[in-house]
T-cell receptor, first 112, second 115 residues
Framework: DAGVTQSPTHLIKTRGQHVTLRCSPISGHKSVSWYQQVLGQGPQFIFQYYEKEERGRGNFPDRFSARQFPNYSSELNVNALLLGDSALYLC???????????FGQGTRLTVV | AQSVTQPDIHITVSEGASLELRCNYSYGATPYLFWYVQSPGQGLQLLLKYFSGDTLVQGIKGFEAEFKRSQSSFNLRKPSVHWSDAAEYFCAVVHASGGSYIPTFGRGTSLIVHP
């Protein structure tokens, strides 16, 4: 069975640009969460979606947004990129909204 | 607000020695608690979880953790470490109620294993 898949694996963007990261959950999972992991730190929760509805939001600016599609895949969008947005962005899926999450390998975003 | 403290940034052990990684949390109600492991360049893999019931939980790869409410701790243990256990370990607490889900991770403990 395929695990959580994220695309792209690596990305380089320029300050001020916009980026879209994609995530496909494990088959049958209806919940997707997004995390930002800065080098040397633990993951920081950004969003959780369940059945296309936002269930949780972390302490991130409005430049960060996300959505979940009918097939339960998800996109994370970041506008007006800053150097500090450089990080590993992790997506996780779970069968329902309040159980353990299974993580993808992440998208490494570098902002220059 | 919930928080997680992993007081040890690095832990070095010899292969075959026992291991304990510390985790303290701050949370008003009974928490959901997790330990994850992350190898370089990889996502996180769940080692074990505590929701309720027995305070000693068994996980994969020979790991176990004990929930101690009085100490607000959820320490991870392994009786004999293998070289392949070298990785970053993260403790997490989840607030899951009222339709919301807010996880908080600690900053991680890097495990170094000497032959």
């Amino acid at each position: 069975d395929a695990g959580v898949t994220q695309s792209p694996t690596h990305l380089i963007k320029t300050r001020g640009q916009h980026v879209t990261l994609r995530c496909s959950p494990i088959s049958g999972h209806k919940s997707v969460s997004w995390y930002q992991q800065v080098l040397g730190q633990g993951p920081q929760f950004i969003f959780q979606y369940y059945e296309k509805e936002e269930r949780g939001r972390g302490n991130f600016p409005d430049r960060f947004s996300a959505r979940q599609f009918p097939n339960y895949s998800s996109e994370l969008n970041v506008n007006a990129l800053l150097l500090g947005d450089s990080a590993l962005y992790l997506c996780a899926s779970s069968s329902v909204w309040d159980t353990e999450a299974f993580f993808g390998q992440g998208t490494r975003l570098t902002v220059v | 607000a919930q928080s997680v403290t992993q007081p040890d940034i690095h832990i070095t052990v010899s292969e075959g020695a026992s291991l304990e990684l510390r985790c303290n949390y701050s949370y008003g109600a009974t928490p959901y608690l997790f330990w994850y492991v992350q190898s370089p360049g990889q996502g996180l893999q769940l080692l074990l979880k505590y929701f309720s019931g027995d305070t000693l939980v068994q996980g994969i790869k020979g790991f176990e953790a004990e929930f101690k409410r009085s100490q607000s701790s959820f320490n991870l243990r392994k009786p004999s470490v293998h070289w392949s256990d070298a990785a970053e370990y993260f403790c997490a607490v989840v607030h899951a109620s009222g339709g919301s889900y807010i996880p908080t991770f600690g900053r991680g403990t890097s495990l170094i294993v000497h032959p």
